[in-house]
């Protein structure tokens, strides 16, 4: 196989000098690689493509970005948005699955992953929502974030003023860009549903602009994709296409890394991490070196495998694993959290109204002929643009129970047993965060959801519920073809069991009174009932696709993996730029948050 070619053959290789970007193909990498870069970042998603192109904006700087999956063919299923939700080429998707979830129904739930160049974001629905303005760490908040949003977008809202009137869209340009990489548009065409006019009977806010700072309320949201093509903006597109002829930018494909190589001391320039004993230097990965720094951008659920496999992690596990320990870093793979989703919950009652799931025949075809000859119509709509985030306050008059019977327990009680002091303490930490926000009524605690077909999905937006991802090999990226049955995932949903009876709200039933099968048993007369209501959640309870937190930018002592400027705790120079870093799941869309992260740490 090429890739093994790579791994054995490059060492042979003599140095070359950059010529061009190169996306380095697998049967010809070894030709074209570098010895050495002053920066390798590990994995081509948002973190990892957003860094790559920053970091090259400066010529003098060389950046190796190594992705395991492939470039994507840019397919229909990949750039139309009205196909989102109908499936991708497997082979983008890691193939990963939960354990089985023994606080629903011990079934094991698929956690589809972006395996490609591009990430999660070749895969991902394309509504983006920025976290509102109650979110955590100094620095990182919304003020501290605000910036990064705006540097990372291109906004565009030029709908005219019978749309914007109908779906009540006012934009703030004040909190947009206009000059970034990532287009951010509202799609041109809007499925009209009841959907905003029923939660705002219920007492929910409108929103004009979501992306404003306050995102309690219900909403039209804007996607990223193109305004011209009206197709997917990714980070693929956004930041890597336009850098392509920066010669000091190589992105191999196809190149799965399998360590991190750590050695004994170091300290890098410019980078201040507290003082740890003697700080371990990240110097390559595989027969590559790097100068400055490694940048592991693999991802929520990868970048703590790949740091446990290096040897930064619990002692215990590693031990275990029989891998030397360079780093005892308890949170690694610690603190994972994630909206969890039910879908669907509710069709809509009133049939009469046009949706996706009536174009077939001969108005697939015209659909499609309108998408790719004018950029308009229903293709252009992914599957979800319209959706509330009602506070806990707005969506049950027992929010103050709920709230009280969380906050009665004790803070490790829901979690699993043998925890690290330090990670209760951050647990604990978390948890006082989280009752707070759920008492506020600018943020949400629920995502419900208004789909293109007319199915309403549920989701938790601030779940207490923690979970865990382990290494259970120290090769588990050896051979691609096992890395799946390699990686222990364990969100523990609603391993706090508010986290599901949190879905299951007053206000709910009020939205839909006539759910489909298996809710539909309840619809008799007399009370819901609610054993049977429970059951369902746990039964269809999925993935909205945010794992986070699992390598937590948190103070050490709290169960951390990354200071404040994202410097892995005990290193000099590996710095971790995804979605994992950030230590509660915001109550948003994640892929903004992301990219903001990752626009910020370049400075
Ligand atoms: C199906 C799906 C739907 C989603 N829907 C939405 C949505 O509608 N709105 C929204 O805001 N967000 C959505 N998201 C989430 C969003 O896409 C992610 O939050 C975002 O992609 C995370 O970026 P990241 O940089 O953390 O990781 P990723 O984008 O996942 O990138 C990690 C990359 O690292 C690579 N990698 C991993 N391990 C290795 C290794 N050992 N060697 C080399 N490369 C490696 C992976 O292949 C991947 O390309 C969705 C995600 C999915 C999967
Ligand atoms: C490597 O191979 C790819 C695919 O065959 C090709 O497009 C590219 O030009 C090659 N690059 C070099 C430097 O030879
Ligand atoms: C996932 O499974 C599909 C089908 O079984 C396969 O084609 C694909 O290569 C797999 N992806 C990975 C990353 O192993
Ligand atoms: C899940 O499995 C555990 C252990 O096998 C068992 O005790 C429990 O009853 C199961 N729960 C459900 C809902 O099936
Ligand atoms: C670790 O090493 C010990 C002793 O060499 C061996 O018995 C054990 O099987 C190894 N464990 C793993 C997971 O490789
Ligand atoms: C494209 O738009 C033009 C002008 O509105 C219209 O006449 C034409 O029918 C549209 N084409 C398709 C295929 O929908
Ligand atoms: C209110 O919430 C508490 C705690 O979750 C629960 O025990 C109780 O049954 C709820 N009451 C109603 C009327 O839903
Ligand atoms: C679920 O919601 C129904 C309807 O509002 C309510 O009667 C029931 O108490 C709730 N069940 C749980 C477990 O919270
Ligand atoms: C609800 O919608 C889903 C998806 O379109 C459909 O499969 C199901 O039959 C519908 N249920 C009812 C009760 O209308
Ligand atoms: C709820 O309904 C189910 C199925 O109809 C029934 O078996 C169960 O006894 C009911 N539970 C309560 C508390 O009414
Ligand atoms: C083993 C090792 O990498 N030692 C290094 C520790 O740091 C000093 C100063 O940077 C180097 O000279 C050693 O080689």
């Given at each position: 196989m090429c890739f093994v070619a790579f791994l054995h053959l490059f060492i042979l290789c003599t140095l070359f000098p950059v010529a061009e970007c190169l996306f380095l193909h697998p049967c010809n990498i070894s030709d074209s690689i570098l010895p050495s870069y002053d920066y390798i970042v590990v994995g081509g998603g948002v973190g990892g493509l957003v860094v790559a192109n920053r970091l090259t904006e400066d010529r003098s700087v060389t950046v190796l970005v190594l992705e395991a999956g492939k470039l994507d063919f840019p397919a229909n299923s990949v750039t139309v948005p009205g196909l989102v939700g109908h499936g991708w080429d497997p082979a983008y998707d890691w193939n990963i699955s939960t354990i089985p979830q023994e606080f629903l129904d011990n079934s094991t739930i698929p956690l589809p992953l972006g395996h490609v160049v591009g990430g999660g974001t070749i895969l991902n629905g394309l509504p983006t929502t920025r976290p509102g303005r109650r979110s955590a760490n100094p620095g990182w908040g919304w003020r501290g974030l605000l910036p990064y949003f705006m540097k990372s977008e291109t906004f565009v809202a030029d709908m005219d003023s019978k749309v914007t009137r109908d779906f009540n869209i006012q934009t703030?340009?004040?909190?947009?860009?206009?000059?970034?990489p990532l287009e951010v548009t509202y799609p041109r065409f809007l499925y009209i549903s009841n959907f905003l006019q029923g939660v705002s009977e219920l007492g929910v806010p409108l929103l004009n602009d979501p992306n404003a700072g306050v995102m309690a309320g219900a909403m039209i949201v804007p996607s990223t994709m193109s305004v011209q093509s009206q197709s997917r903006a990714d980070s693929r597109t956004a930041y890597l296409d336009g850098a392509?002829?920066?010669?000091n930018l190589h992105l191999a494909s196809e190149q799965t890394v399998t360590r991190i190589l750590i050695g004994a001391n170091g300290s890098a320039p410019g980078i201040n991490v507290p003082l740890f004993g003697e700080l371990r230097r990240a110097y390559g990965v595989q027969s590559v070196n790097c100068i400055m720094e490694v940048i592991l951008a693999a991802g929520a659920i990868l970048s703590p495998i790949l740091l446990q496999v290096s040897g930064i992690g619990p002692a215990l596990v590693l031990k275990e694993l029989n891998i030397s320990v360079q780093v005892d870093l308890p949170g690694v793979g610690q603190n994972l959290q994630d909206h969890a989703m039910v879908q669907p919950f509710y069709n809509y009652t009133n049939t009469c109204l046009f949706s996706a799931a009536d174009i077939a025949g001969a108005i697939l075809q015209e659909v499609e002929d309108e998408y790719f000859t004018n950029h308009t119509g229903p293709w252009t709509a992914p599957l979800i643009s319209t959706t509330a985030f009602p506070s806990l306050r707005s969506l049950t008059a027992n929010w103050s129970s709920i709230l009280q019977s969380v906050s009665s327990?004790?803070?490790?009680?829901?979690?699993?047993?043998?925890?690290?002091p330090t990670i209760l303490k951050g647990y604990d930490q978390q948890r006082q965060l989280l009752l707070q926000f759920l008492n506020w009524d600018d943020v949400g605690a629920l995502e419900v959801m208004a789909d293109s077909i007319g199915t309403l999905s549920v989701s938790n937006l601030h779940p207490f519920s923690r979970g865990t991802v382990r290494a259970l090999s120290a090769d588990v990226f050896a051979s691609s073809d096992t890395v799946a049955a390699d990686v222990e995932v364990d969100p523990r949903y609603c391993s706090q069991p508010e986290d599901c009876t949190i879905l299951n709200t007053t206000a709910m039933q009020q939205l839909m009174p006539k759910p489909p099968a298996p809710w539909d048993k309840m619809a008799g007369p007399g009370p819901l009932n609610e054993t049977v209501l429970l059951d369902a959640v746990q039964r269809n309870l999925r993935t909205e696709f945010h794992p986070c937190g699992t390598t937590s930018m948190m103070p050490f002592e709290l169960?951390?993996?990354?200071n404040p400027r994202l410097v892995v705790y005990g290193t000099a120079n590996l710095r971790v730029v995804d979605g994992?870093?950030?230590?509660l799941v915001p109550a948003a869309h994640v892929q903004a948050a992301v990219y903001a992260i990752a626009e910020k740490v370049c400075l």
């Amino acid at each position: 196989m090429c890739f093994v070619a790579f791994l054995h053959l490059f060492i042979l290789c003599t140095l070359f000098p950059v010529a061009e970007c190169l996306f380095l193909h697998p049967c010809n990498i070894s030709d074209s690689i570098l010895p050495s870069y002053d920066y390798i970042v590990v994995g081509g998603g948002v973190g990892g493509l957003v860094v790559a192109n920053r970091l090259t904006e400066d010529r003098s700087v060389t950046v190796l970005v190594l992705e395991a999956g492939k470039l994507d063919f840019p397919a229909n299923s990949v750039t139309v948005p009205g196909l989102v939700g109908h499936g991708w080429d497997p082979a983008y998707d890691w193939n990963i699955s939960t354990i089985p979830q023994e606080f629903l129904d011990n079934s094991t739930i698929p956690l589809p992953l972006g395996h490609v160049v591009g990430g999660g974001t070749i895969l991902n629905g394309l509504p983006t929502t920025r976290p509102g303005r109650r979110s955590a760490n100094p620095g990182w908040g919304w003020r501290g974030l605000l910036p990064y949003f705006m540097k990372s977008e291109t906004f565009v809202a030029d709908m005219d003023s019978k749309v914007t009137r109908d779906f009540n869209i006012q934009t703030d340009m004040s909190v947009h860009g206009t000059n970034g990489p990532l287009e951010v548009t509202y799609p041109r065409f809007l499925y009209i549903s009841n959907f905003l006019q029923g939660v705002s009977e219920l007492g929910v806010p409108l929103l004009n602009d979501p992306n404003a700072g306050v995102m309690a309320g219900a909403m039209i949201v804007p996607s990223t994709m193109s305004v011209q093509s009206q197709s997917r903006a990714d980070s693929r597109t956004a930041y890597l296409d336009g850098a392509i002829s920066r010669p000091n930018l190589h992105l191999a494909s196809e190149q799965t890394v399998t360590r991190i190589l750590i050695g004994a001391n170091g300290s890098a320039p410019g980078i201040n991490v507290p003082l740890f004993g003697e700080l371990r230097r990240a110097y390559g990965v595989q027969s590559v070196n790097c100068i400055m720094e490694v940048i592991l951008a693999a991802g929520a659920i990868l970048s703590p495998i790949l740091l446990q496999v290096s040897g930064i992690g619990p002692a215990l596990v590693l031990k275990e694993l029989n891998i030397s320990v360079q780093v005892d870093l308890p949170g690694v793979g610690q603190n994972l959290q994630d909206h969890a989703m039910v879908q669907p919950f509710y069709n809509y009652t009133n049939t009469c109204l046009f949706s996706a799931a009536d174009i077939a025949g001969a108005i697939l075809q015209e659909v499609e002929d309108e998408y790719f000859t004018n950029h308009t119509g229903p293709w252009t709509a992914p599957l979800i643009s319209t959706t509330a985030f009602p506070s806990l306050r707005s969506l049950t008059a027992n929010w103050s129970s709920i709230l009280q019977s969380v906050s009665s327990c004790s803070a490790e009680q829901h979690l699993p047993p043998g925890q690290h002091p330090t990670i209760l303490k951050g647990y604990d930490q978390q948890r006082q965060l989280l009752l707070q926000f759920l008492n506020w009524d600018d943020v949400g605690a629920l995502e419900v959801m208004a789909d293109s077909i007319g199915t309403l999905s549920v989701s938790n937006l601030h779940p207490f519920s923690r979970g865990t991802v382990r290494a259970l090999s120290a090769d588990v990226f050896a051979s691609s073809d096992t890395v799946a049955a390699d990686v222990e995932v364990d969100p523990r949903y609603c391993s706090q069991p508010e986290d599901c009876t949190i879905l299951n709200t007053t206000a709910m039933q009020q939205l839909m009174p006539k759910p489909p099968a298996p809710w539909d048993k309840m619809a008799g007369p007399g009370p819901l009932n609610e054993t049977v209501l429970l059951d369902a959640v746990q039964r269809n309870l999925r993935t909205e696709f945010h794992p986070c937190g699992t390598t937590s930018m948190m103070p050490f002592e709290l169960g951390g993996v990354v200071n404040p400027r994202l410097v892995v705790y005990g290193t000099a120079n590996l710095r971790v730029v995804d979605g994992g870093i950030m230590p509660l799941v915001p109550a948003a869309h994640v892929q903004a948050a992301v990219y903001a992260i990752a626009e910020k740490v370049c400075l």
